[in-house]
C-alpha cells in the first residue's frame, strides 16, 4: 500500500468511527466513501503535512 492509499485508509477509519456522533451529520460508510472518492490524490497529499487523518475525516462531516 502506498503512503497516500495509507493515508485515505486512515481518513476512511477515522470518519466511519465519527459516524451517529451527536452533534454530527448522520452519514452512513457509502456516502463517507463518496465523500473521500471526491479528493484527489494531489489534495490528500498536499494536505498531508498539515492535517491528520483526524482533521480530514471531520471536514468530510462539514460538506
Not at 12 to 41: F, H, N, W, Y
Request: aromatic content about 4%.
Amino acid at each position: 500500500m502506498t503512503e497516500i492509499e495509507t493515508y485515505r485508509e486512515e481518513i476512511l477509519q477515522q470518519a466511519l468511527s465519527k459516524m451517529g456522533t451527536p452533534g454530527r451529520p448522520k452519514l452512513d460508510e457509502r456516502d463517507v466513501r463518496e465523500l473521500l472518492a471526491a479528493i484527489t490524490d494531489e489534495q490528500l497529499e498536499e494536505g498531508m503535512p498539515f492535517n491528520t487523518p483526524e482533521e480530514v475525516a471531520d471536514l468530510l462531516f462539514e460538506v
